[in-house]
């Protein structure tokens, strides 16, 4: 009896080093995260994935390889969210697409909430960020690590808006989010919900004749050569984070997944820094590139502000589809980090 429990050991061992579970191999060989998001190289998003690729490997000396795939190369935002709930991929980055989920999501880029971005970075750091994010995991099998800006949206169009009268019978593309399209709505935009992968070529072919998107977007897709008046509206703060599945997150050691939550938190950190600097750089590549930058007068700021408040509705009244049960908790919490004047 004994030598059978040998054999079969030994038979069993090798049959582990033919089938490649020899663990000594398995420790060095390391584990594969994929990473999907829709923003080009050089983005904040795309940055986003890359450092935390990069502080990854290095808390967790080289167990994980992130490899990221950003442009929509994995399919757009709802092909790759999809695929991360199923645990295809581990990871993805985007916005608050996820509110679909969660309406909470949503609030994460509630128009008009930050005085600015030091604002945000603080409310995102804290009890804000913890109080949209409740709930989440268990809606969407899926867990968020972090949150960092993409910065302020403005307006693209091929004519200029100077009043609130230009703004209208304009088609301007928006995330098919209903934040967005409650926005347009509110500003009496004719909204033309798409996503993002598809509004080069709109703005190619005609069908759109302009959008609203962060500088970043604006220099990156040239949306200024098309639609070349950029009037600076500020009307949202884009909020992105990377996300993870969260069988797999939970499946780790207790050690990794502080790997995984400081590796997020430091590239949040980064990326926080690189929007700060980076709008005025954007600008002015934008105005170099025959884009024309103006701020819009009193009236339409005041307008789009007005605009902007009136979507906190949708949030906050129990019969909107986008209801949020603690929606007065985070705006609160939002206002509490406001800098004392
Ligand atoms: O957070 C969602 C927001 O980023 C969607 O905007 O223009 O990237 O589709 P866009």
Request: charged share 25%; aromatic share 10%.
């Amino acid at each position: 009896m004994k030598k059978l429990v040998a054999l079969c050991a030994a038979l069993g061992f090798l049959c582990m080093m033919a089938l490649g579970h020899n663990p000594a191999i398995a420790a060095e060989k390391p584990i594969v995260v994929k990473i999907a998001g829709y923003k080009p190289e050089g983005e904040p998003e795309t940055v986003g994935m890359h450092q935390f690729g990069k502080y990854l490997a290095e808390l967790s000396n080289g167990k994980y390889e992130v490899q990221v795939f950003p442009n929509s190369q994995l399919g757009k935002e709802d092909s790759y969210i999809d695929q991360t709930r199923r645990g295809i991929i581990q990871m993805c980055a985007t916005g608050t697409q996820m509110s679909k989920f969660h309406p909470a999501m949503a609030m994460l880029e509630t128009p008009m909430l930050f005085d600015d971005l030091d604002h945000a970075h603080r409310a995102m750091n804290g009890k804000t960020f913890e109080l949209i994010t409740d709930g989440f995991d268990k809606k969407s099998g899926i867990h968020t690590l972090n949150a960092f800006p993409l910065g302020y949206r403005h307006f693209y169009t091929k004519k200029p808006i100077n009043t609130v009268e230009d703004m209208k019978g304009i088609k301007m593309r928006v995330p098919n989010i209903p934040l967005y399209t409650n926005f347009a709505k509110e500003a009496g935009i004719s909204g033309q919900p798409m996503p993002y992968a598809e509004v080069a070529g709109a703005l190619d072919q005609g069908v759109i004749d302009g959008g609203e998107s962060p500088m970043s977007d604006i220099m990156a897709v040239k949306m200024y050569e098309i639609a070349p008046y950029i009037t600076k509206t500020k009307h949202m703060l884009v909020m992105h984070s990377l996300f993870i599945n969260d069988k797999f997150y939970q499946s780790l050691p207790e050690q990794d997944k502080k790997w995984f939550n400081e590796a997020a938190q430091k590239a949040a950190e980064d990326v926080w820094q690189m929007v700060k600097e980076n709008d005025s750089k954007a600008e002015e590549a934008i105005a170099a590139g025959g884009g024309k930058l103006s701020e819009p007068g009193p009236e339409l700021k005041k307008f789009i502000r007005d605009a902007g408040e009136r979507t906190w509705t949708m949030f906050t009244d129990p019969k909107s589809s986008s209801y949020v049960p603690n929606a007065k908790e985070i705006l609160d919490s939002a206002a509490s980090y406001r800098e004392a004047k």
